[in-house]
C-alpha cells in the first residue's frame, strides 16, 4: 500500500510561484513513477506531469511545459512539482498520483494510487 500526501497549495497571484509536494510512504514507493493531476471546477481531470523512478525521465502538458517543473527525491521520498509564471487558469485542486511510467501517460491514464489533494487559486 501507498499513501501520497500533498502540500504546498495556496492563493498567489497571475506571475506568482508555488511549489507543491507529495510526500510518499508505503513500501517500494520509489519504484514508482510520480505524476501531477489537475482538476478545475466544472471539469474533468488532467495530467500535468510525470517522472520516471529514477528521476531520470519527465514529461509534461504542452500547457505547462517551460512553466512547471516535475522533481523528486527518493531519498526523501518526496516529489515536486515547481510551478512558475502561474496564470488563473492553472487554478485547480492538484493531485499526486503513482504507477507505472507507461500508464501514468496516457489518455485515460491508469493511476496506482491518489493523494487527496490540494487546491491552488491563481488570482488575477
Known amino acids: 500500500q501507498v499513501q501520497l500526501v500533498e502540500s504546498g497549495g495556496g492563493l498567489v497571484q497571475t506571475g506568482g510561484s508555488l511549489r507543491l509536494s507529495c510526500a510518499q510512504s508505503?513500501?517500494?514507493?520509489?519504484?514508482?513513477?510520480m505524476g501531477w493531476f489537475r482538476q478545475a471546477p466544472g471539469k474533468e481531470r488532467e495530467f500535468v506531469a510525470a517522472i520516471t523512478p529514477s528521476g531520470s525521465d519527465t514529461y509534461h502538458a504542452d500547457s505547462v511545459k517551460g512553466r512547471f517543473t516535475i522533481s523528486r527525491d527518493n531519498a526523501k521520498k518526496t516529489a515536486y512539482l515547481q510551478m512558475n509564471s502561474l496564470k488563473p487558469e492553472d487554478t485547480a485542486v492538484y493531485y499526486c498520483?503513482?504507477?507505472?511510467?507507461?500508464?501514468?501517460?496516457?489518455?485515460?491514464?491508469?493511476?496506482?494510487?491518489w493523494g487527496k489533494g490540494t487546491l491552488v487559486t491563481v488570482s488575477s
Open positions: 498520483a503513482a504507477g507505472t511510467w507507461a500508464l501514468l501517460i496516457i489518455t485515460p491514464p491508469r493511476v496506482s494510487y
Open positions: 508505503g513500501r517500494t514507493v520509489t519504484t514508482y513513477a
